[in-house]
Each structure stands twice: as structure tokens, then as C-alpha cells.
């Protein structure tokens, strides 16, 4: 089946520093990705969508010049936190849609849990 | 604006029993996609089952089953013979066929299931 790989699984840096976080789709073209953040106990929350080869949408109220997107290639997109500040911890997670006509479906990656200390 | 509404913050079932989730929408589209995803304690989400609006039929997989009524905006998910790797939160979500493929998810339901 499809699968998205995402990496890192956590990863803690120091506030004011970057972060890039990447999502691969193994065994399929993705054309389209979404990146999602999600807070302890809570739901999803949409950030944005990725597009290969054009700019991201972001959902308002998400910074674009802090929270960077770019899907440069059909199976590659990536999210940099920019500045990380405390209150940027949280779990991010990207999906990507594969297959077609009549049989598809939302593919997770495993998330990334960013702590900014 | 489409909404998803879970109205069961927390629920518990014996190994074996079944269990309904409720789960209700708000959209004006008459055509849509309906979806239960799971999130283990490993939170990696996997789709449990999916609906499409214009089936009549409710989607069954295996042990799932929706029970899904339009005019009523209601997609509730039963799980029969409830089983202890079923413990995980469940989330309800919504895809309107005209927009960017987004997904609207509701607060979700923490599911535990118990010997």
C-alpha cells in the first residue's frame, strides 16, 4: 500500500534556531500533501497545503514566513519551523492522497514531535 | 465552512462488546467523502473506513461499520467484538469533492477497550 515517510520522528532544538521536517511518498507521485499540527489530547489542525512546484496554501491564521513549505519534486515536501519558539512545540504530521479513480485513500506519515527549548 | 462535531470526548467498551461513535457534520454539498481514522498510542493515523455521500450503502469493513445518514448529517462508526489493539482515539472527517482535498476532522473520541 502507500506509504509517506516522515522525518525526523522528534527532534528538540534550541529557540531561535530552524527546523526542517520532510515527508517522502515511498512508492507513489504526490502531487499534493497537507501538513497538519496537532497539540496534546486534540485534533488535527490543517496548516497548509503543499502543491509541487507552485507555492503552499496556508490556512489563516498559520504564518507562512515562520512555518516555510516547499515541494520541490512528486514525492518530497518539507515544512521548516523558522525562529522555533517554545510555543511551536507540537506534533506535526503530513499526508498526501494516493491512488486513483474509485480506490484511494489519505496516507499519514508517523509525525514529528518538535520540542523547542 | 464545513464542521465536524464528536460529541464523545471519551468512551469504554468491554473486549468482545460493541461500540457506536457518533459523529455529525454540517456542510451545503450534496456531494462529499466521510472518513474514521484511527490514532494509536503510536499516533501514526490509519483510515479505518470511508464513506462516499452518494452511496446509500453504509461502508463496511470487517469488524467496522458506519451507520450513515445524510438528510440527518450523522456518521456514526460501530465496532463489533471489540478487541484490546482497538484502543486508540478516533477521529471523524470530512472532504468536500469540490475543494482542495482537504480534510476537516472532528475533536475525536478516545476509545479504551477493556478486559
Known amino acids: 500500500g502507500a506509504v509517506v515517510s516522515q522525518h525526523p520522528s522528534w527532534v528538540i532544538c534550541k529557540s531561535g534556531t530552524s527546523v526542517k521536517i520532510e515527508c517522502r511518498s515511498l512508492?507513489?507521485?504526490?502531487?499534493?500533501m497537507f501538513w497538519y499540527r496537532q497539540f496534546p489530547k486534540q485534533s488535527l489542525m490543517l496548516m497548509a497545503t503543499?502543491?509541487?512546484?507552485?507555492?503552499?496554501?496556508?490556512e489563516q491564521g498559520v504564518e507562512k514566513d515562520k512555518f516555510l513549505i516547499n515541494h520541490a519534486s512528486l514525492t518530497l515536501s518539507t515544512l521548516t519551523v523558522t525562529s522555533a519558539h517554545p510555543e511551536d512545540s507540537s506534533f506535526y504530521i503530513c499526508?498526501?492522497?494516493?491512488?486513483?479513480?474509485?480506490?484511494?485513500?489519505?496516507?499519514f506519515g508517523s509525525g514529528t514531535r518538535l520540542t523547542v527549548v | 465552512a464545513q464542521t465536524v462535531t464528536q460529541s464523545q470526548p471519551e468512551m469504554s467498551v468491554q473486549e468482545a462488546e460493541t461500540v457506536t461513535l457518533s459523529c455529525t457534520y454540517d456542510?451545503?454539498?450534496?456531494?462529499?467523502?466521510l472518513f474514521w481514522y484511527k490514532q494509536p498510542p503510536s499516533r501514526q493515523m490509519i483510515l479505518v473506513i470511508r464513506?462516499?455521500?452518494?452511496?446509500?450503502q453504509n461502508a463496511t469493513e470487517n469488524r467496522f461499520s458506519v451507520n450513515f445518514q445524510k438528510a440527518a448529517k450523522s456518521f456514526s462508526l460501530k465496532i463489533s467484538d471489540s478487541q484490546l489493539g482497538d484502543t486508540a482515539m478516533y477521529f471523524c472527517?470530512?472532504?468536500?469533492?469540490?475543494?482542495?482535498?482537504?480534510?476537516?476532522f472532528g475533536t475525536g473520541t478516545r476509545l479504551q477497550v477493556t478486559l
Open positions: 456542510t451545503s454539498e450534496s456531494n462529499y467523502y
Open positions: 503543499s502543491n509541487e512546484g507552485s507555492k503552499a496554501t496556508y
Open positions: 499526508s498526501a492522497k494516493a491512488g486513483t479513480g474509485g480506490v484511494w485513500g489519505y496516507t
Open positions: 472527517a470530512f472532504m468536500n469533492t469540490g475543494t482542495a482535498s482537504k480534510l476537516t
Open positions: 464513506q462516499e455521500a452518494y452511496k446509500q
Open positions: 512508492d507513489f507521485q504526490a502531487t499534493t
